[in-house]
């Protein structure tokens, strides 16, 4: 093929490094090898270079250098979160989240529920995938200790009101955790005006490598230490630092911070070019989320009469790399549970696609991708015994 | 991403067959939208002979989907109706060098399939079971299609009875009388135990503290020690010894060997037991 392109969207599942990251990390691996914790030269030198990098993801999220941990990923951050607070807090056995978590969060509750004794709600949402505050509020009870609820939505990209959910915990003196691996380099995020308590982030998805991210812990919030060991981290998170790419996440932030406006018009712009054009070209076609409270990035579409794991075998074939919601590309045999929880109708869960951009994407791209995807899915529907063209 | 074969790669990306007969004497149906995916077959079959001289599909579903019923056409067209009813869903997957465990269910849709259009040609009604025997309501699978698979493939666990029917795979509320089919099938003794259904808190609470009174205290309390419930906590249950049993060294031993191993069996498997402070 003389145009064939390799296109890469599924940003929301992991990104392209940044060069600028790479090369902020690569003295780490070599010459700048100390224990920021040592007494000496060695570890000093490479100790200033941390505080630096805290500081940078602290501004990104105007907060406090003293209220960011690292960790070693998101996951790591949400059960961080999640377990620090009930160990801190154990006279109260209610918690609260959504339908529509990250397994990181949503797993963790279940695992409550089974083995800790905990009363667990899950708030459901609706169909563009938003929640019902009213019903928020109604589940935070005098027994509840923490709502933990998403500022993004991975598979739809809906955005949930963090500041009145924030809010309400307060009022109600329920610690307010969210997730918001998806939300932070992509929307703005102020903690100084958030009433947040505690928040997870993930360097990946801000174009670090794989192994690295923080969580946000509000200055006065009780919780505890997740790993226990020497005095890193305030002894919030015990380990000796993972400092080339601590070193990374701060540089990442710092450019987020820069890319934050670009993130929020130019990607929006080809966002909506792409989910515009393929909704023009191709008939019986969906948004999945709630279409303008969205993250700038993400495009969900659901294909009616058509297979998810199909139309990814043939866009990934012609170059182009993105997601699915379907059941067989997950190995489960139920569409995804976010798109289960928004009732997606099966005529579509199962063609549901999902498209995520980053500031690396550029309109040549989407052009590709807009000339690409509608012809398979007209090949998989001349396939199909449900679709009519003549509807 | 799965590992399929060079073959099912090929018969997905250049689907042999593909599309209508307008005149097709045999058609058969299977899945629907609900279920994921859905499989229609057209034969085209001689009445004088019985030979199979075009078969042609539709598809809805994944790439080993629409790779089985590109083979199945492929390797029914030219058979008799005798012939291709012997066609069994493994030989389907032996066809593509073979399909994910998890993905057997594709070519078992093809069989089925398969059995309708020859049914339909036959002009035999294929019997709508009742729902009494429907056993996975999520797919709707009834039981005798899954005692079908089951002897024809030789499976032995829930499991593999999920990769190639998919019952068991939703909500899981079938997965009991799954268990109850292989039983049946390969003989009363299970491959896995039969699990307890899940007792609810206030049951674990009540059957620990009874567990504990009438068949570990007195064991305890004949050698001049005791033993007192402090607290439960979800899986975790807390103990002080008292008497002689408090402060010997062996003590620790005792409670991991008599107590846990007592409560695990009795009551749950997942149980823990922590030696109260104070």
């Keep these: 093929m003389t145009d064939f392109k390799q296109v890469y969207l599924d940003n929301n599942a992991t990104c392209k490094t940044s060069p600028g990251v790479v090369e902020a990390m690569l003295p780490f691996f070599g010459d700048l090898y100390g224990n920021p914790s040592s007494m000496h030269s060695f570890g000093g030198r490479v100790a200033e270079h941390v505080i630096s990098a805290r500081a940078k993801v602290a501004a990104l999220l105007n907060a406090s250098p003293e209220e960011i941990v690292f960790t070693s990923c998101g996951t790591e951050s949400d059960n961080h979160a999640i377990r620090g607070t009930l160990e801190a807090n154990p006279e109260k056995k209610h918690i609260v989240t959504s339908k529509v978590e990250h397994p990181a969060v949503l797993n963790v509750f279940r695992f409550l529920a089974k083995r800790k004794g905990y009363r667990v709600t899950e708030l459901g949402v609706n169909k563009q995938g938003d929640l019902n505050l009213e019903e928020l509020k109604a589940a935070l009870t005098p027994d509840t200790v923490l709502l933990s609820i998403m500022a993004a939505n991975n598979e739809s990209g809906t955005l949930f009101p963090i500041d009145e959910i924030g809010a309400i915990a307060r009022e109600k003196g329920v610690i307010f955790h969210t997730d918001a691996v998806q939300a932070v380099g992509k929307i703005p995020v102020d903690l100084k005006k958030l009433p947040v308590d505690l928040l997870s982030l993930s360097g990946h998805k801000l174009h670090t490598p794989k192994g690295i991210g923080a969580l946000y812990i509000r200055k006065g919030t009780r919780i505890s230490p997740f790993i226990i060991g020497g005095h890193q981290e305030h002894g919030r998170r015990a380990g000796t630092e993972n400092v080339p790419y601590i070193i990374g996440l701060g540089q990442a932030c710092e450019e987020a911070m820069n890319d934050i406006f670009e993130e929020n018009n130019r990607v929006r712009k080809l966002r909506d070019k792409l989910e515009t054009g393929l909704m023009s070209q191709i008939s019986h076609a969906h948004i999945n989320g709630n279409p303008q409270w969205r993250l700038p990035n993400t495009s969900n579409i659901g294909f009616e009469f058509i297979e998810g794991e199909a139309i990814l075998l043939h866009l990934s074939a012609a170059g182009i790399a993105a997601s699915s919601g379907s059941a067989c590309t997950s190995g489960s045999l139920e569409p995804s549970h976010v798109l289960m929880a928004m009732q997606v109708p099966f005529t579509y869960a199962h063609g549901s696609v999902r498209f995520s951009l980053s500031k690396f994407t550029t309109e040549d791209e989407i052009d590709y991708a807009l000339k690409t995807i509608p012809p398979v899915v007209q090949k998989l529907r001349d396939m199909s015994p449900f679709y009519d063209p003549k509807k | ?278």
């Design chain 2, 1 to 278: 991403m799965w590992d399929y074969t060079k073959s099912v790669m090929d018969h997905f990306s250049n689907p042999r067959n593909v599309g209508k007969i307008e005149n097709a004497n045999g058609v058969g149906e299977v899945g629907s939208l609900a279920c994921g995916d859905a499989l229609k077959l057209y034969l085209k079959i001689d009445p004088e002979t019985g030979k199979i001289e075009e078969a042609r599909f539709q598809t809805f579903g994944c790439a080993s989907a629409i790779a089985s019923a590109s083979a199945l056409t492929e390797m029914v067209k030219g058979m008799s109706i005798e012939e291709a009813s012997k066609v069994t869903n493994d030989d389907i997957a032996r066809f593509l060098g073979g399909l994910p465990e998890q993905k057997m269910h594709c070519s078992v849709m093809g069989r089925e399939a398969l059995e309708a259009a020859i049914a339909n040609f036959k002009g035999e009604e294929i019997a709508e079971h009742e729902d009494a025997t429907v056993i996975c309501k999520c797919f709707w699978v009834d039981e005798q299609k899954l005692r079908e698979v089951v002897i024809e493939n030789k499976l032995k666990t829930v499991e593999e009875v999920t990769h190639y029917t998919k019952a068991g795979g939703g909500c899981g509320g079938c997965v009991p009388d799954i268990k109850r089919i292989l039983n049946d099938i390969n003989g009363t003794k299970a491959d896995e135990p039969v699990e307890k259904p899940r007792m609810t808190n206030l049951q674990r609470i009540k059957l620990i503290t009874e567990t504990i009174e009438t068949k570990i205290a007195p064991i305890l309390r004949a050698d001049g020690g005791d033993i007192e419930l402090v607290d439960i906590d979800g899986y975790d249950v807390y103990v002080k010894l008292h008497g002689a049993c408090a402060g010997c060294s062996g003590a620790k031993a005792t409670l991991q060997k008599i107590v846990q191993e007592t409560l695990r069996k009795e009551v749950d498997p997942d149980i823990s037991i922590i030696e109260a402070s104070k």
